[in-house]
């Protein structure tokens, strides 16, 4: 079945460490985000990707990087100059047409000790 | 302002009755909307999408379009306990990432 695939669920990371967070969609999409979604809040945009080998910050990019070498993968790292980055983060793909939908993968909840 | 603003809630309804969700948004050249369903600690899923204004419906579900006040809107009819969940209302244009209010909080008593 098509969909998008995150790894892993659950992460926890010590303060410090950098850590990446797996992307993987079948849906021959063009298009991958990364949003971050806090206790009670809507989800805020972090990077997007419209094409292989190029990708532009969303709204609150500093502290994550990401690369887009493959269609169907959009890995996201979070790095040590995240200063707040407890969160649950998804991963989400569209079509190219403006009409497209979302699709989401279940998220990542990443728990800095 | 915020781009795309939602009240917070909760919207607490009796079973079988109608919730009504409201949504209003800044970007006056918006073309998509959405509106997504989301269950503590699960991801968002889709449950609405319109692109004229009107309306369109779905089931239980009727999405309401007007751009000249720039909002939209959700009716759930005959609402049940499984419609208590967050609402998500989200808006674009073209092919650029959804923009995403914070969220309704609906619930729904047996």
């Known amino acids: 079945d098509g969909g998008i695939t995150q790894s892993p669920k659950y992460l926890f990371r010590k303060e410090g460490q950098n850590v990446t967070l797996s992307c993987e969609q079948n849906l021959n999409h063009d298009a991958m985000y990364w949003y971050r979604q806090d206790p009670g809040q809507g989800l805020r945009l972090i990077y997007y990707?419209?094409?292989?080998?190029?990708?532009q910050k969303g709204d609150i990019a500093e502290g994550y990087s990401v690369s887009r070498e493959k269609k169907e993968s959009f890995p996201l790292t979070v790095t040590s100059a995240q200063k707040n980055p407890t969160a649950f983060y998804l991963c989400?793909?569209?079509?190219?047409?403006?009409?497209?939908?979302?699709?989401f993968g279940e998220g990542s909840r990443l728990t800095v000790l | 302002q915020k781009e795309v603003e939602q009240n917070s809630g909760p919207l607490s309804v009796p079973e079988g009755a109608i919730a009504s969700l409201n949504c209003t948004y800044s970007d006056r050249v918006s073309q998509s909307f959405f509106w997504y369903r989301q269950y503590s600690g699960k991801s968002p899923e889709l449950i609405m999408s319109?692109?004229?204004?009107g309306d369109k419906e779905d089931g239980r579900f009727t999405a309401q379009l007007n751009k000249a006040s720039q909002y939209v809107s959700l009716l759930i009819r005959d609402s049940q306990p499984s419609d208590s969940a967050t609402y998500l209302c989200?808006?674009?244009?073209?092919?650029?990432?959804?923009?995403f209010g914070s969220g309704t909080r609906l619930q729904v008593q047996p």
């Open positions: 989400a793909s569209r079509s190219g047409e403006v009409t497209g939908e979302l699709f």
């Open positions: 319109i692109y004229s204004n």
């Open positions: 989200a808006v674009t244009r073209g092919r650029r990432a959804l923009t």
């Open positions: 990707s419209q094409i292989v080998n190029d990708f």
